[in-house]
């Protein structure tokens, strides 16, 4: 893998973590007149439609659908993952979501070092250290865990551990393809699959949105679901499992920086320091692929 193709993965990575900074927040304002599984269920099959008619205008086929254990892992982790998050959310805080879904690198790590998937190196754990630093102190001034009740934070612990399910099943089949096109059918037939699933929880509970509920929905399934996960997925082809995770938390940064130009909400040094320290953390692992691969090259 060649340097200037990861860092255009890391630039793609960095876009989507843009577009991810605006869903948890987006995700709280709907929960207030729609449950968390419709406002999943919807994003999906919105997101899903586009996928398929940008898909069609490329003259690309959506379907068959082949599965291999990695895409039913990715699958699985979505599916699970959307439906503990966006029902959790109704249960705890934006701020508490936000901090406790991404320990997803964390689990990451043990996932890949016990399954033995790919190779952890020592400079993953550290870069992984420091992104969860930074993400607390980015959001320790409105962090208050068991505040409205442990069960809504229990729950996004267990999103964070989904999510990572879902990182390697995706990393993992992202890499067995070769064009953007191979990449936008494999994100499609994910989101296809895992709204299927999800259907039949959207008819549980009253559906009565407002005009901006609807707007949002729509926002909310074209930025950070259609067009933040593709980017994202551009951005595995270049990078490695832990970076890819990493990049995710990087919308944690993006979300306050947007409150604070947006909103006018104050930044603080915690904020600055923890959101430098979640950069420093994504940059770090693929630098010192960079040397690696240097020092190989000098050699040879």
Request: hydrophobic share 55%.
């Amino acid at each position: 893998m060649d340097r200037a193709f990861s860092k255009r993965a890391l630039g793609f990575g960095v876009v989507a973590a843009l577009l991810f900074g605006t869903h948890s927040v987006v995700v709280r304002f709907l929960t207030s007149d729609l449950h968390g599984l419709q406002i999943a269920v919807l994003r999906l099959w919105i997101a899903s439609a586009i996928l398929f008619l940008i898909l069609k205008v490329q003259g690309q086929a959506a379907f068959p659908i082949r599965f291999d254990r990695y895409k039913l892992l990715a699958i699985a982790g979505f599916v699970l993952n959307y439906a503990v998050f966006h029902v959790g959310l109704e249960q705890t805080s934006a701020t508490n979501a936000m901090v406790l879904e991404n320990t997803a690198p964390f689990f990451v790590l043990l996932l890949l070092a016990g399954v033995g998937i790919e190779r952890v190196r020592l400079i993953d754990v550290v870069a992984t250290a420091l992104v969860m630093a930074g993400v607390y102190l980015t959001v320790r001034h409105d962090f208050d865990p068991g505040a409205t009740g442990s069960s809504g934070d229990l729950l996004m612990i267990f999103a964070g551990f989904t999510w990572a399910i879902f990182i390697i099943g995706s990393s993992r089949s992202v890499q067995n393809t070769e064009a953007p096109a191979e990449r936008l059918r494999l994100l499609f037939q994910v989101l296809f699959c895992s709204a299927i699933v999800l259907t039949p929880g959207f008819f549980l509970y009253p559906f009565e949105p407002t005009t901006g509920d609807l707007f949002w929905l729509v926002f909310l399934a074209v930025f950070p679901t259609a067009f933040g996960y593709f980017l994202w997925y551009e951005a595995m082809a270049g990078v490695s499992t832990v970076t890819s995770a990493l990049l995710f938390v990087l919308s944690v940064v993006f979300t306050f920086i947007n409150a604070a130009i947006f909103l006018g909400e104050a930044l603080t040094t915690e904020m600055i320091l923890g959101g430098s320290l979640v950069i420093v953390a994504v940059i770090l692992p693929s630098l010192f692929s960079a040397g690696s691969q240097t020092s190989k090259g000098d050699e040879e």
